[in-house]
């Protein structure tokens, strides 16, 4: 009897303990499972729509207020040196380094380490990355891929310039360096999606300022039996040209067609292979060339993707989602038009590289003007090095404060002009070289005025003014102004140092009816006050405060 009881109280455990489990299978089968499908939905990705372009990043645009970290920052020691520079800035994105030597320095062996922990080192500081491989190409240079690469000039071929002389820039024509190069990218790209579950990681960009100077192209036997054979069908399609050899189809830009298109297909495959294992948006940088003028392409980087063959890098590198422009030029003329020449329909505008000192500040507002998706200056890190000329003499918090006063302004209100940006009508103007005033047409009905150097009170063209102070600390141009139609008679503004009068174009008798300062808090306008009187009688000042101004206009 006894034993009778036992093995039913056993029978019954057991049913128990079956029930529970059941109970446990289907709870966690009704749990929701993310699925390959909804986890590449999450992935950032670059989008268009009617000529103008959007960074998706968590399913929404979003704007990169970035900054690139120096080249030799890229290793855990420097770390503690990057993320309180990153803070003060108030940058959302850091673009780093990751070097093909850094990550294989023995052939077929690999260490993610420093990839882990910049990844982790991100989450925790709440920003954003851009991985930069440094590997074939940076800067022209090999001195980024590891020794059993550019010390093998066997192996992988350095170009060899028109006068026979071997240069120290490796050759797009030899598949071994390709397969390499290739190989240690895939690797790259598989890791990331191993440990980056939250994309933390947005952007990549496969080489660095690709190219060759002190040579046009690659002269080596190899490349010269390409370079003789017919201009390959996607490229005359493309083009519209006949067909025929380079040189019968280029004529003297041949060289430099030929190399960028060389090039393009080397930087193309790498990046179709990673993507094969991970889908994020890639762009590659250029080494520009004068905006205006042609140049010999013996004194820039010859077959990178410049201005001047940006149509060719487009058809040789499909994969390749933006080609970006690294800006070094102090002229406003001459970003602005650089601007003009990478702000395509079909090429998103975005600046990965400017230069640091305070003079750059202000071509945020052109760029986002331009419709840009991102913003990043070059070498804000507490590491000890400056690239002057090219930017700040010092890095310092003061260099940094140039920068985060402007990103103080659109941080908060980030995400919804990038939405503005991609949706609608948005404009925006830096401050010229030559400080004077302009006037942005609003789409046909209305003006908007941008000057500089003004009080809140009063004008400086008035001669009751005239003795009045000039506003100090103006030797460097560092104003600016953006503009977003929210409805055909209403707009949002914001800026740093200028003041925005709105005009009609077509002279009707018209009023700032209404001005409200304001903030966004998840997304959604919250007043914080009406601008009347003093605050409006002279045109809207944008002063040093981060301000955002709604504004309606009527006739009357």
């Given at each position: 009897m006894k034993r009778e009881v036992t093995l039913q109280a056993n029978k019954r455990n057991f049913v128990g303990r079956v029930a529970s489990l059941a109970l446990i299978v289907a709870a966690a089968l009704s749990l929701p499972v993310p699925s390959s499908a909804a986890q590449a939905a999450d992935l950032p990705k670059l989008v268009q729509k009617n000529g103008r372009h959007a960074l998706m990043v968590d399913g929404a645009p979003f704007l990169?207020?970035?900054?690139?970290?120096?080249?030799?920052s890229n290793y855990p020691s420097q770390m503690p040196k990057v993320w309180p520079a990153v803070k003060a800035l108030g940058a959302n994105t850091v673009e780093v380094p990751v070097a093909w030597e850094q990550i294989e320095p023995v052939e077929g062996q690999f260490d993610f380490s420093y990839l882990d922990l910049l990844i982790r080192q991100a989450r925790q500081n709440d920003v954003k990355l851009v991985i930069l491989w440094f590997a074939t190409w940076k800067n022209n240079g090999p001195q980024y891929a590891p020794e059993w690469v550019k010390l093998d000039n066997k192996r992988f071929p350095r170009l060899i310039n028109a006068k026979g002389e071997v240069k120290n820039s490796l050759s797009p024509h030899f598949r071994s360096t390709l397969e390499a190069d290739k190989k240690a990218f895939v690797a790259l790209m598989r890791h990331i999606k191993a440990v980056d579950a939250d994309h933390t990681v947005i952007m990549v960009q496969p080489e660095n300022e690709t190219g060759a100077y002190s040579a046009v192209r690659d002269y080596s036997p190899t490349a010269q039996k390409l370079f003789q054979g017919p201009v390959?069908?996607?490229?005359?399609?493309a083009l519209g040209k006949k067909p025929g050899t380079w040189s019968q189809v280029f004529g003297k830009d041949a060289d430099e067609f030929f190399y960028a298109w060389s090039i393009g297909r080397f930087v193309d495959e790498v990046a179709a292979a990673g993507k094969r294992e991970l889908d994020l948006p890639m762009?590659?940088?250029a080494a520009l060339r004068d905006p205006f003028n042609d140049q010999d392409p013996f004194t820039y980087s010859s077959g990178g993707p410049t201005w001047n063959v940006l149509d060719v890098w487009k058809a040789a590198a499909p994969s390749i989602d933006v080609l970006a422009p690294d800006i070094y030029m102090r002229e406003s003329a001459k970003v602005r038009k650089t601007a003009e020449?990478?702000?395509?329909?079909?090429n998103a505008l975005m600046v990965p590289e400017i230069g640091s000192d305070k003079a750059y500040a202000r071509f945020l507002y052109d760029i986002l003007g331009a419709q840009g998706i991102g913003f990043a200056p070059f070498g804000l890190d507490y590491g000890g090095y400056s690239n002057y000329p090219l930017g700040a003499k010092a890095v310092d918090a003061q260099a940094i404060e140039n920068f985060a006063v402007h990103y103080r302004l659109l941080a908060p209100m980030q995400r919804e002009w990038a939405k503005l940006s991609f949706e609608g009508k948005v404009w925006g103007v830096g401050e010229a070289d030559d400080s004077k005033a302009e006037t942005l047409d609003l789409g046909g009905r209305w003006t908007a005025r941008i000057s500089y150097g003004e009080w809140q009170f009063g004008s400086i063209e008035a001669p009751w003014m005239a003795k009045a102070e000039k506003q100090p600390n103006r030797e460097v141009p560092d104003g600016g102004a953006l503009i977003a139609q929210l409805s055909p008679n209403e707009f949002l503004v914001t800026g740093y140092r200028a003041r925005v009068t709105f005009g009609s174009a077509k002279g009707e008798r018209f009023m700032v009816s209404r001005?409200?300062?304001?903030h966004f808090e998840n997304g959604k306008w919250v007043f914080d006050r009406l601008w009347n009187g003093d605050q409006v009688d002279y045109g809207l000042n944008l002063t040093t405060l981060p301000q955002v101004l709604k504004v309606k206009l009527a006739t009357y």
């Open positions: 990169m207020l970035g900054v690139q970290v120096n080249n030799s390959p069908a996607e490229l005359v399609r762009y590659v940088n020449q990478y702000g395509r329909a079909d001005v409200e300062e304001g």
